[in-house]
């Protein structure tokens, strides 16, 4: 799979595209994707997905969308979707006030478009303007088919980023999972903290996450470890740390890894979130903490045994 970051560097022929953000690339998402690949290939075609970064909304009211995945995370999950091509177009002001007509203008001449999957409520374009109607007549002049594709609904409604980030950002991974249907993840390089894990017994690996991400809130978390191919239970703080640390602003991401004692000093660390065990608490003594401790790794070998 090919991952642009741009149009101008994308010359295709016959391309079969769908556009969206695609935060998260839930189930809903899959639906599109997966019709996409399997009909551009069926017809010898190369299946391309055209998304945005920053999240355009971000861009248009000022207020910062924190994202489920990440621009590279998100052509990951794409490609293991059999998506040829991936193009993630820095959104912009300018950007936003292209005319329907000029932006389906652009793609026809770098992806050769030949058909446009859309999601039942998309529209592109100044003012919104390329709805389902206006994208096909100028198809029409521009010789290439469009196609809706329903929403995908459970029992909760249409699935949507929205809602995901929302149960995310609540602590609600395992509601998120469902939908995502895979379960959230966090992860960056490993880096030094504050050391103080080791001294009561407990040394955590601490985590640079990247700050564009939805955070869950403070508290402990179950979660898988993966570091390159390997797989370890980890019992997570994400916090402040209180009992050390009350004048932190900005949260900290921690996972102490189970039958774990290696140097992982600048590796890349993912947690795969599965379940939220608790509030992050402050505590009056290092041994109330380390009692607490005891039973949150605990809970998490059972919970992943």
Not at 48 to 57: I, S
Not at 103 to 130: P, Q, W
Request: charged share 25%.
């Amino acid at each position: 799979m090919r991952h642009y970051y741009s149009l101008e560097e994308v010359s295709l022929q016959n391309s079969w595209l769908t556009i969206g953000v695609f935060d998260g690339v839930h189930r809903g998402h899959r639906e599109i994707i997966h019709k996409l690949v399997n009909d551009a290939h069926a017809n010898k075609a190369p299946a391309v997905v055209l998304t945005f970064d920053p999240h355009p909304a971000t861009v248009l009211t000022g207020k910062e969308i924190r994202c489920l995945t990440t621009q590279e995370e998100r052509a990951d999950l794409l490609a293991s979707l059999g998506v040829d091509a991936v193009i993630t177009q820095r959104f912009t002001r300018d950007l936003s006030t292209a005319t329907a007509h000029e932006y389906m203008s652009r793609l026809k001449e770098s992806l050769g478009l030949s058909h446009l999957l859309i999601g039942y409520d998309f529209a592109l374009g100044k003012g919104r303007e390329g709805n389902a109607t206006r994208l096909t007549e100028i198809g029409q002049e521009l010789d290439y088919s469009v196609e809706v594709v329903p929403a995908l609904s459970d029992e909760s409604g249409v699935i949507s980023s929205t809602e995901i980030r929302k149960l995310v950002s609540t602590g609600n991974i395992a509601e998120a999972a469902k939908l995502l249907g895979y379960r959230y993840r966090l992860g960056g390089e490993v880096i030094h903290g504050q050391g103080r894990g080791k001294t009561i017994n407990f040394p955590t690996a601490n985590i640079d996450y990247p700050k564009g991400k939805v955070i869950p809130p403070n508290g402990i978390y179950v979660c898988w470890a993966h570091l390159r191919d390997e797989k370890f239970m980890a019992a997570t703080n994400i916090g402040l740390n209180p009992t050390f640390t009350p004048e932190r602003q900005i949260p900290s991401l921690e996972a102490y890894l189970l039958d774990f004692d290696r140097d992982i000093y600048g590796e890349t660390l993912q947690l795969e979130f599965v379940v939220r065990l608790r509030d992050e608490l402050k505590f009056t003594s290092i041994e109330a903490l380390v009692q607490k401790i005891h039973e949150d790794v605990d809970l998490t070998r059972a919970i992943l045994s």
